[in-house]
């Protein structure tokens, strides 16, 4: 099995326009890749109302309708700039969207999340984050005007990212190994993360903990094949 993992693209902002993102989805098949994990921030900010959609929302959703024509499975891993994906028009580009997902390779047990969450100590983020992906707020999102709602949700984003730990000077190292090595008991092996946009791997107690690049910093795809079971 290959499986192939994208993290961070923000499309829309740093990550450019969708283009060289639809090509690269587009080669998969080619490439022998049978799953695909998308690790959250698919875009600068994704709303899952139709109202909100842009073009790159729309070549990036029909290249993945395509591939689950042709076979591939796909894992949605929703991030700290997605909003109510699950149960949108969007859902049927995804086999799966949730906060994680797990999935074995060459006999390695892998849990893939996000990252933003996992600080249990930044209460501030997290009474944010779990604010703005509420029921009360995806109503008013849902019926409020396309312009008002575009100003509400990059507000409210914005916000996040004032609280978010990822924007301090240092890597919250302490925070992801505590989180890592309470998941990893669960019966995983390796927890994979996104969100930091930095690539890093490190052991902790009961496996490894592997932080993805961005995918608007790199530009590529990352494997996991079944001869190799690890990230390159």
């Known amino acids: 099995m290959s499986i192939a993992l994208i993290a961070d693209s923000h499309v829309g902002g740093p990550g450019g326009p969708a283009g060289p993102l639809v090509e690269q989805l587009q080669a998969l098949p080619g490439q022998g890749c049978r799953r695909l994990v998308l690790m959250g921030d698919l875009f600068q900010a994704w709303v899952g109302f139709s109202h909100f959609e842009t073009a790159d929302v729309t070549a990036v959703v029909a290249a993945l309708r395509d591939l ?23 859902a049927d580009a995804f086999d799966r969207v949730g906060l994680e997902t797990a999935f074995t390779v060459g006999g390695v047990r892998y849990l893939a999340v996000h990252g933003d969450g996992l600080n249990d100590r930044d209460w501030k983020y997290r009474f944010w984050r779990r604010l703005s992906k509420s029921a009360p707020v995806r109503f008013a999102v849902c019926h409020t005007p396309r312009r008002l709602a575009h100003r509400a949700v990059h507000s409210t984003e914005k916000r996040l990212s004032q609280t978010n730990f990822k924007h301090r000077s240092a890597l919250p190292e302490e925070a992801i190994r505590r989180y890592a090595e309470r998941r990893l008991a669960e019966g ?45």
Do not use: M, T
């Not at 042709?70 to 949108?88: K, M, P, T, W």
């Not at 890093?200 to 590529?220: I, N, P, Q, T, Y």
């Open 188 to 232: 995983h092996d390796v927890l994979l993360l996104g969100h930091f946009h930095e690539p890093r791997v490190f052991a902790v107690r009961g496996g490894e903990v592997r932080l993805l690049d961005a995918w608007f910093h790199s530009r590529e795809v990352e494997w996991l094949r079944e001869a190799e079971a690890s990230v390159r």
């Open 68 to 90: 689950r024509r042709q076979g591939i499975e796909i894992d949605y891993v929703e991030g700290n700039r997605d909003f109510f994906l699950a149960g949108s028009p969007y």
